[in-house]
């Protein structure tokens, strides 16, 4: 999964590389803030990728004395960074060049013929990244048997969930740029322009809000899904050596790591060996049960052991 990661990132990388180039050019030679806006969102998302690169090289750390749980939380990190990022360099640029540009007026200016060049190549590059980003999540969809929607609503892997966000972002952007750039030839009125650049402002706010609360909740310490808890707790229910669940705590420690910690109250004729081959049985089954679980803490209570 981790090669798939990069790939992923890798083509989004430059493909919003290339197109923002493109875009500012067909910008400033038009003289469309739609289109400068455009630019912005590029630049932004060509950041972002090189933030996600480093939080996937990061992450992938082994644990060791001073992070023995490991180093999974970069990849929330960063990928956090990329979500202020998008807000600050991509949405205020974008709504303050439409607002100069409804409040200041005038008429068209400049060639608009590579613009729409521009636009067109950007629905392919972007288009491209967005079904590359889509065909990953789909797979991992698919192997956690959930549908589309709800695994990028849940999935902890902030990589690729962030690549869908802004190539969708990207390619609905181009169409309001398109929008706004036509509407302004047709009608002389730069006005429409001006609210095509704030309209792209907004979808990037929104966009980075929807990915810096997701990031938020998985730093600050998200629990295992609901499905997730329920198939742990099976597993205690299920056991014989196990009297009752007490407390299940969980925890996110990276996009595929989640930790588990449980309070048991054990069967009352279980001996020492017993209980350490419960431990086993039960480390094993949790594993199974739910293949991120990585670090299981177990602590029996109430029952005094057999000695």
Same mark, same amino acid.
């Given at each position: 999964?981790?090669?798939?990661?990069?790939?992923?990132?890798?083509?989004?990388?430059?493909?919003?590389?290339?197109?923002?180039?493109?875009?500012?050019?067909?910008?400033?030679?038009?003289?469309?803030?739609?289109?400068?806006?455009?630019?912005?969102?590029?630049?932004?998302?060509?950041?972002?990728?090189?933030?996600?690169?480093?939080?996937?090289?990061?992450?992938?750390?082994?644990?060791?004395?001073?992070?023995?749980?490991?180093?999974?939380?970069?990849?929330?990190?960063?990928?956090?960074?990329?979500?202020?990022?998008?807000?600050?360099?991509?949405?205020?640029f974008s709504i303050f060049?439409?607002?100069?540009?409804?409040?200041?007026?005038?008429?068209?200016?400049?060639?608009?013929?590579?613009?729409?060049?521009?636009?067109?190549?950007?629905?392919?590059?972007?288009?491209?990244?967005?079904?590359?980003?889509?065909?990953?999540?789909?797979?991992?969809?698919?192997?956690?048997?959930?549908?589309?929607?709800?695994?990028?609503?849940?999935?902890?892997?902030?990589?690729?969930?962030?690549?869908?966000?802004?190539d969708s972002a990207a390619?609905?952007?181009?169409?309001?740029?398109?929008?706004?750039?036509?509407?302004?030839?047709?009608?002389?009125?730069?006005?429409?322009d001006g609210a095509a650049?704030?309209?792209?402002? %907004?979808? =990037?706010?929104?966009? !980075?809000?929807?990915? @810096?609360?997701?990031?938020? /909740?998985?730093? &600050?310490?998200? *629990? +295992?899904?609901?499905?997730?808890?329920?198939?742990?707790?099976?597993?205690?229910?299920?056991?014989?050596?196990?009297?009752?669940? %007490?407390? =299940?705590?969980?925890? !996110?420690?990276?996009? @595929?790591?989640?930790?588990? /910690?449980?309070? &048991?109250?054990? *069967? +009352?004729?279980?001996?020492?060996?017993?209980?350490?081959?419960?431990?086993?049985?039960?480390?094993?089954?949790?594993?199974?049960? %739910?293949?991120?679980?990585?670090?299981?803490?177990?602590?029996?209570?109430?029952?005094?052991?057999?000695?």
């Open positions: 999964m981790r090669s798939e990661s990069h790939k992923t990132v890798y083509i989004a990388l430059a493909a919003n590389l290339g197109i923002g180039l493109c875009k500012l050019a067909g910008g400033l030679l038009s003289g469309s803030s739609a289109m400068l806006a455009e630019a912005a969102h590029s630049a932004a998302d060509t950041t972002n990728q090189l933030l996600l690169l480093a939080s996937l090289n990061l992450s992938e750390r082994q644990p060791d004395e001073t992070h023995p749980f490991g180093y999974g939380k970069e990849r929330f990190f960063w990928s956090f960074l990329a979500a202020v990022f998008i807000f600050v360099s991509g949405a205020v060049e439409g607002m100069r540009r409804i409040l200041g007026g005038g008429g068209p200016e400049g060639s608009v013929g590579i613009a729409f060049a521009v636009l067109a190549l950007a629905v392919v590059l972007e288009g491209f990244s967005l079904i590359r980003a889509g065909r990953q999540t789909q797979g991992e969809a698919r192997a956690r048997r959930r549908s589309f929607a709800r695994h990028v609503r849940v999935s902890r892997d902030p990589t690729t969930k962030t690549v869908v966000f802004e390619v609905l952007g181009v169409a309001l740029a398109a929008i706004g750039l036509g509407l302004t030839q047709l009608t002389g009125d730069t006005v429409y650049s704030v309209a792209i402002g %907004v979808l =990037l706010a929104v966009v !980075a809000f929807a990915l @810096g609360r997701d990031t938020k /909740a998985l730093l &600050i310490g998200e *629990a +295992a899904l609901p499905e997730e808890r329920e198939a742990l707790t099976r597993v205690f229910d299920e056991h014989p050596g196990v009297d009752s669940l %007490v407390e =299940l705590l969980t925890m !996110a420690v990276g996009p @595929g790591s989640l930790l588990v /910690a449980a309070r &048991i109250d054990l *069967a +009352a004729d279980l001996g020492s060996d017993e209980i350490e081959e419960l431990a086993d049985e039960l480390d094993r089954q949790l594993h199974e049960a %739910v293949p991120e679980v990585g670090e299981v803490f177990l602590d029996p209570t109430r029952h005094r052991v057999r000695r």
